[in-house]
């Protein structure tokens, strides 16, 4: 895309260099419009009709109650629960607007059409109403606005002046104008954009770079990539100033030296981010940007990454060369992280046609996003690796977590990458059945498969007249090299992969040919990024998972509480988890296909537990409502002993905690935090040996949940060699401890255990605030755990 509008001759030389240059756009491949390919017949077409359902079930009018009562305007109807009205009011708005853009343009349908226009006419009366150009549900916008004008800036990792992330939240509502304007065409969405950029760039206008980096600390989305969104649309160079100002540099520089430093980092705050340093390279022809992207994208796929695509635990990189906390966790990779991973791979390989990129992206697409909607209708926040576990689904009414908002966008768009083209010739990237008409070309094409089902595709040309052009067929990494077959016709066509890793068809083609594709698929295993002994099987790039039973699915269907996206049912002792043993180096040579089931394998040969061995691999995304094995540890005969008396010290400690605890707060960690309804003054957050602190020189506050008032002990945990801190410890009010700090207490972690007075108890509370006050000219130590205990 040329960028038009020119305003001034500088921009114009700019525009006519980036012409020629690598990150320009008009050098890139181009997606094909969403609304020029359908989906035919397979799970993803069942994925998209199931969403629209979703989406359609929702009120908005109570989604855009938020929005109007910042703008002074009477709702038609109270806004929702959850996360909509304890202080991230509106930004489920945001992404509704982006999922019914993106559902309009792949399906057509005119009732998301007319709810798109729908939502579209208030948000424009809210616009209209506050006068300035914004628009947002923020509670309490204008003072903090205000505020945040006069250089008056308190952030934190997930609050702007005691807001909950105000820039995040905005941000959906930039991505669902920019979705609306670039999907559907709509000109109102174009002209709300630029009047709500005209917004942000008075807000900041009189703000250093110095405070908008401070701002910055506050997680913000994807600022900078939507501001470089309004520099293409308009063709106006400030909003690509604004963009670079809105750019993270705690987060770019390091990139940008190829350094990693993601350990212990909240992960979905930095990818938008990188989503953003790439798009500006786009817009803005810097080619180091691009390279820092690229650099983390390679750095959280290789290092980051388990099969399913998915990377994180408890929202945060784990260490790259320790995957124990994933395995352990209730909370495993978060839907949003892939949603957003998957953004960036597509500015990526639109960039670069790597083939790499695509190998990525199908396998996240097939294992981590299909996976994340309950086949009736619900999505899922964490997908938990811990061995027999299970994942917690949301509800139309009660659920507004950050991945129900990009939930409600991941269904809809699944065809936006199965092709893409240069100026002459076609990309066929994923082996999905569906339609593309390219209309520029005169070419239709439809491409037949049940792939995964079947090992091939057929693709079917229907031109106005015929031409000379190629078909590039991605070679994908897991068929093995020499096996891939193609036909023309009935013909077999000599094949080579070029350094992209795709085949290129280069002829001259007319209506009716057919092209045919063979795909053969193995089996293998894969180990852990930390190539500890755990193995995930794969068929194609297809992940196999076992089902292992249906109990204790506590809160399978989430409510509406701060905490009821988490699979909150007992866990099951990892020791006692089925165990692979085997001397073979190849696993996957273990497992045998079972008759008259398709796409289902047997591991009894080396299942080490007799009450396992009728365990069967299936698809992990046919698995739902049900505990499942996803990655499985394994020794061999020798080593087995050790293995499980090493297992069992580890995981008898744990359960033992686990049993005594009613709560559990991760200090300094993102959501748990905004769970336990973090309050604070004069505080800060850290990392230090890979965990989570919040320390301060004022108070903390959480509230922790009591609900059969079992409670009797606090333990909270801090670093036995911190000194001179001195803080005051309150349950409800109550001073329960005055801890002193000489660092007398050793270069390890201390848990600090308090009995609960009974004065605190006499009431029975469901609820207890625990409160860490700073004594006079002191502080409070870095506390990394609050644990309410039975």
Known sequence: MILKNVKNNLWSVVLITLSTAVYSQSAQLQSFPLSSVRLLESPFQKAQQTDMKYILELDADRLLAPYLKEAGLTPLKDNYGNWENTGLDGHIGGHYLSALSEMYAATGNQQIKERLDYVLNWLEKCQLKNGDGYIGGVPGSRELWADIAKGKIDAGGFSLNKKWVPWYNIHKVYAGL???????????????????????????????DEQIQLMLKSEHGGMNEVFADVAAITGDKKYLVLAEKFSHKTILDPLLHNEDKLNGIHANTQIPKVIGFMRVAEVGGDAKWAD????????????????????SVREHFNPSNDFS???????????????????????????????????YYERTTYNHILSSQHPEGGFVYFTPIRPRHYR???????????????????????????????????YVNLFIPSTLEWKEKGLKLTQ?????????????????KSQKFAVKFRYPSWVTNGELKIKVNGKDVAIKKDANSYVVINRKWKSGDVISIVLPMHNKTEQLPDKSNWVSFLHGPIVLAAVTGETDLTGLRADGSRMGHIASGPIYPIEEAPMLVSNSTDLAQSITAVKNKPFTYSISDITYQEQFKDLQLVPFFQIHDARYMLYWPYTTKEKLPELQAAMKE?????????????????????????????????????????????????????????????????????????????FDVYLNAVLVASITLDGKEGNQFVDKTIEIPAEVLKSNPKLLEVKFQAKPNSSITGIYEVRLMK
């Open 178 to 208: 920019v979705d609306a304007y670039n999907l559907t065409g709509n000109e109102k969405a174009k002209q709300m954009l630029i009047k709500l950029s005209d917004w942000c760039l008075k807000l900041v206008a009189n703000l250093s």
């Open 292 to 311: 820092a992207a690229n650099f983390f994208w390679k750095t959280v796929v290789d290092n980051r990454t388990i099969s399913i695509g998915g990377n």
């Open 325 to 359: 906390s994933m395995l352990e966790s209730r909370e495993g990779p978060e839907t949003c992280n892939s949603y957003n991973m998957l953004k960036l791979s597509k500015h990526l390989f639109l960039t670069n046609p790597d083939s790499k990129y695509m190998d």
């Open 392 to 426: 917690v689904y949301s509800e139309p009414q009660e659920s507004f977590w950050c991945c129900v908002g990009s939930g409600l966008e991941n269904h809809g768009k699944y065809g936006e990458m199965i092709y893409a083209h240069d100026a002459a010739n076609l």
């Open 448 to 464: 037949s498969t049940k792939f995964p089902f079947e090992e091939q595709s057929t693709f079917t040309l229907d031109l106005k």
């Open 650 to 726: 580890r995981e008898e400690a744990k359960m033992k905690l686990e049993a005594q605890t009613i709560d559990l707060v991760t200090a300094g960690e993102q959501q748990p935090e905004n769970d336990h309804n973090f309050k604070g003054e004069q505080t800060d957050t850290g990392i230090y040996k890979e965990l989570h602190y919040r320390n301060g020189k004022g108070f903390f506050s959480y509230e922790l949940k009591n609900p059969k008032a079992e409670a009797r002990k606090l333990r909270f945990t801090y670093f036995g060699s911190d000194k001179n801190r001195n």
